[in-house]
Nanobody, 121 residues
Framework: QVQLVESGGGLVQPGGSLRVSCAASGSGFSINAMGWYRQAPGKQRELVARITSGGSTNYANSVKGRFTIARENAKNTVYLQMNSLKPEDTAVYYC???????????????WGQGTQVTVSS
């Protein structure tokens, strides 16, 4: 089983910054990609940013230029640096891992428990 543990959410004022982290633990798997999704009340979960094992990244248009995703491969950890935060960034942020099992090469999605990010004055 793969476990994803998130940290770093909280309350921040508009224009502020916040960094969230997600560490994947377990054994016998490799990571194809890790990413962050978010879900605001009454809305569908949406992709925020994603980074592949090769380092390729993609971002939602709404966060381009403000958010940066990075990965520390040795620690199976992904970070999301969020700058110039806006009230509309308020949501529960979920970490995602597209993980590949070494035993049978099956690929599965795993999710963290979510961390609340609130942008408010």
């Amino acid at each position: 089983q793969v476990q994803l543990v998130e940290s770093g959410g909280g309350l921040v004022q508009p224009g502020g910054s916040l960094r969230v982290s997600c560490a994947a633990s377990g054994s016998g798997f490799s990571i194809n990609a890790m990413g962050w999704y978010r879900q605001a009340p009454g809305k569908q979960r949406e992709l925020v940013a994603r980074i592949t094992s090769g380092g390729s990244t993609n971002y939602a248009n709404s966060v381009k230029g403000r958010f940066t995703i990075a990965r520390e491969n040795a620690k199976n950890t992904v970070y999301l640096q969020m700058n110039s935060l806006k009230p509309e960034d308020t949501a529960v942020y979920y970490c995602n891992c597209v993980c590949r099992w070494n035993s049978d090469y099956s690929v599965r999605d795993y999710w963290g428990q979510g961390t609340q990010v609130t942008v408010s004055s």
